[in-house]
């Protein structure tokens, strides 16, 4: 019985492993099948370790106190002493704040606005007519934040357009660009003004393939215009804007360093400072702290990804629908 054992053991392993060495040679096989589309990719691939994969070396520095005379692995480890500085700065414990409040009012102020622009557009008679929006709503998309900040500058500074309009009416100037509570209502309307075309694409593109069927159905039973909305078209593109949500919340610790470092002076800094201008002007603004900074820009990033998560497991149990399975 012993000898019967060993030999349905020894039998049983020569099975697996002939059973492994045929998975591998088919996987060998297919590979070799689409040799050509694996060479398409390797620019990619290489391009993804290179400046992807390859920089996050540095995070190291984050828990260094990092000199570049040594290098980062001859560095002094400090462990988490650069992650404990964060909530003791004032300066660092602000500019958390403010990322927070900017990118919660982003969310419920700019989120809805190409979802309401691609229903309007959608809705409207004419195709040539809809073009002609879409072509307007989508070109400030194309303009750097360089540009809409000097526009801003020239239409809203002291001897721009709107001050000058105002003083020909006999009406006080005002001084919009350092006015602290009119800063973020303006770093929400510039942001719907220079995204909300290019945005409404995503969703127009999920408008556009629902059955039209529905439609149909929806103006026989009688629906108005805003039921056609409510009942059709935004449960039909419901995934989308699931999925677009879930995104948005997994960037809430951006806040949007390239407009705000465009549009911010002396006056609003303290409004206007995010996590990502802080580490900028620690980095180079400053005597540079690297190690700091690194661990700035590292807690930014798990608290994106832990945000990202969570979003993705709540909506997930609420509506059935997840981002990441």
Known sequence: MADKGIVNTSTTKSRKQGSNSKKKGTLLLRIWKARW?????????????VFCYGPMYGVLMAFEDYKASLGVLGSEWV???HFRRIFIIPAAKRAITNTLVISI?????????????AVLITEMRGTKLK????TI???PHFLSWIVVSAILGNFLSSNGAINVMLANLGIEKMNFLGNVPLFRPMLYATSIWKGVGWSAIIYMAA?????PTLYEAADIDGATRLQRIRYVMLPGIKSTIIIMFILAVGGVMDAGFDQIFNMRNAIVTETAQILDTY?????????????FSTAVGLFKAVINFMLLVLANTVVGKISGERLIQ
């Open 137 to 139: 709503f989508t070109f």
């Open 79 to 81: 462990g988490l002493k």
């Open 279 to 291: 580490i900028y002007d620690i980095t180079f603004a400053s005597t540079p702290n690297y190690g």
């Open 105 to 117: 009012s982003r969310l419920i102020f700019e989120f809805p606005a190409p979802i309401i622009l």
């Open 207 to 211: 408008l556009a393939g629902i059955d």
């Open 37 to 49: 589309l694996y060479l398409l990719a390797l620019p990619f691939l290489v391009w993804l370790i």
């Open 131 to 134: 073009k002609v929006y879409q």
